[in-house]
């Protein structure tokens, strides 16, 4: 599992050091993700559940997910973004129920962002795929300076992970076409003191 280290850079300057400029990093965490993790077939005889990046060389058990940290080191987010498409195919003869979940978890929940405890989930989307059929799992989430969700990021970093689930008789294929995140720290923060 690599580690991310998420780079702010300085999206809009309105005024030197003033409370309105923000700091904004994308980061592609898809890029980090392994190849033979990217895309893959779930056999379903009754159902399965892969978690999606891979900490612990399982993709079939909950674990850590990726860990993010960021440089700077912030105490406080003003803003978070993220934007998954998961591609998923029917390759069997009957239809599936897909879906997908996205949890963000402290960089302490290192064992399981998928429990509840240190971590949330913040967007799911389920679809009923027929047999034959391609249809896209997007999971969107934008969460802005209020939402205590934002608790969970802290100067330690975070986590942020996937889990994909599929239930039915059949087989199915997933590809991971999209997995990004967009953060915002205001330059005020920055500041000793402030
Ligand atoms: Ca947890």
Known sequence: MKR??????????LAACSARTVLVADVDVLSF????EVEGDL???????VYVPDADDNLIT????????????????SGFAAR??????????????????FHLAAASDSANIYDGTDDLKLA??????????TQTLELNVELDEDDP??????????????????????????????????????????????
Do not use: C
């Open 4 to 13: 991310i280290t998420a780079l702010l850079t300085l999206a809009v300057l």
């Open 33 to 36: 993700v392994d190849s033979s």
């Open 43 to 49: 056999a379903v005889p009754g159902s399965i559940d």
């Open 62 to 77: 909950p674990d850590g997910g990726q860990l993010v940290t960021q440089a700077p080191l912030l105490d406080r987010m």
């Open 84 to 101: 998954i498409a998961v591609e998923v195919r029917n390759d069997g003869a009957t239809d599936l129920s897909v879906s997908g979940a």
């Open 124 to 133: 799911e989307v389920e679809l009923t795929l027929p047999a034959g059929a």
């Open 149 to 194: 969700a934002l608790d969970l990021l802290s100067a330690d970093g975070f986590r942020v992970g996937m889990a994909i689930h599929a239930s039915g008789n059949g087989q199915a294929h997933y590809r991971i076409a999209a997995f990004s995140l967009v953060l915002k720290a205001r330059a005020f923060d920055l500041l000793p003191g402030n």
